[in-house]
């Protein structure tokens, strides 16, 4: 049989020979880059953290000297800030680091690790004898004894043991961060060298690559590409519907085939521009005849025709039916749209009518200027009614007031305030301090909800919330809260009491459980905050996300020595600052007062 180098083979070998390459280039890449990531695991697991760490445990002992020195240099008592860092500093960071090295010594060779072994057994007796100084030295009284403070100073001497351990500890630990950092040069080194041995591959490779294609395209030209670029202009020629005014001479391999074939496309397309003509002209009895029994396309022209005649005689008749549905379907359209407006108008209307008697239970502004003179509330609902109400009210010659968050916003939010209002009201005729409020608020809210159901709870809906009581004469303040936080600004430095983290409507859940009551001593220019989580949790800045309670508080600091009053103000440009275009996506609460 005589062997037949067909346009199949000539792809094969051409594209069989790139393929090669590229595997060759792939494997060798491969396994470059793989021994590189496990030379760079290594340097960023074992060798990085390993010399962060012992640099870390150098710093300690630096630490640890010079707060000892303090120790029997100053005399004070064993609450000292000095005396509480060393002790801390013995007892919880020395173990914590010491653990955090071994666990990386596992990676080490062992003569390192017998080096940080014995390290290790020098720094247990250097810190014992820091135990020994303390103990000589524990209190400020024994400073007075003259011959505790002798021992004490002798061992903390240039010639002390203290000294000269300490010393030989940071000499050890050099030493080691020396080899640590060989070990990690060496390493860097080597995954470089992996680097330019790629590089210089790469690059002969891809010469080898771009000279192996170029006589590939030149050889797939040559034999396939020019034929194929003939037919191609034979066939933008025929798709502008000009047909080739001859047959095609057909080649004897795969390409000649081609050429048969669209020399006989080129016949039954002028059959069937002929038989076409003759239908739109509307000459129904046209006659075609189908290559063959599989000839879909003729036998489809034939049903065309057929149906062109049929569909002729009932088009009209479709005309009028459709057109007369279509007049009636806009006039459906017409009068569903105006019903569907006139309901959008009356449930807006109910909502703004709600939005009025919501506003019916939040103090006005003439009432919280005279309870807290030194105090603003940041109040932003998201929705026409809000999830999210103020209480202010006075009892016994103290304010109480409070910051709550109603399970939801919009509508359902607002049927919520209404209920914790109330059920606020009722709570303080009975109860004093904000955690038998809370208590009492929490079955209250538990049992209206819930009156359907027995001791279980078949929803979640309740309430989050912050609840101060404020003595204007002791400056004194209470306060209790479920998840919402209270912030206090004093010396520049926020002061947090967390809440308890269960919300108020669980009573069903837990019936045991009980809210903390907090009771501080307000100092003059304190500042006191309650708020919701609607501003910490808006989203906005330049990659869209939340502000965080975190960037809340810093903010606060950054503010709190400003007027009271103008602080809403500031709040209210930062958050619509940081919201920018995006949506509003829950109620914001924000109070403060000052004393």
Known sequence: MKFKFTIGKRIGTGFGVLIFLVITVFTITYNTLDRSININDEITTVNNPSLSTLEELKLMAVRSK??????????????????VKLIKLIENEYPALKTKIAKLAVNW???????MAKLFKEIDVLFDMHREIMEYLPSFESYEEATNKFLANSMIGDDGDLYIKTNEVIFQLEELINIQKFHTDQATNKMQSSFNFLKTLAQYLGIALIIGGLLIAFYTTKSIVTPVTNLKSILLTLSKGIFPKGNIKARNDEIGEMTMALNRLVENLKATKDFADAVGSGRFDAQYKPLSNEDTLGKALLKMRDDLAENERLLEQKVKERTAEVVQKKEEIEKQNLKISELYKEVTDSIKYAKGLQEAILPPNELVKKMLPQAFILYKPKDIVSGDFYWLK???????????????HGVPGAFMSIIGNNALNNALREFDTPSEILDSLNQGISSTLHNNTIGVSTTK????LALCCYDPKTQEIQYAGAFNPLYIIRNNDIIQTKADKFAIGTYFDNPKQKYTNHTFKLEENDKVYIFSDGYADQFGGPKGKKLMYKNFRDYLLTIHNEPIHNQRELLNDNIEKWKGNLEQIDDILVIGMTT
């Open 109 to 115: 060779n062992k003569e390192d690790r017998k080096k």
């Open 394 to 408: 006075e009892k016994n010659n103290k304010v109480y007031f409070a910051a709550v968050d109603c399970t939801g």
């Open 461 to 464: 809906d309740g309430m989050d």
């Open 66 to 83: 010079m707060l000892v020195f303090n120790w029997v240099y100053y005399q004070s008592n064993s609450k000292h800030p000095d005396k």
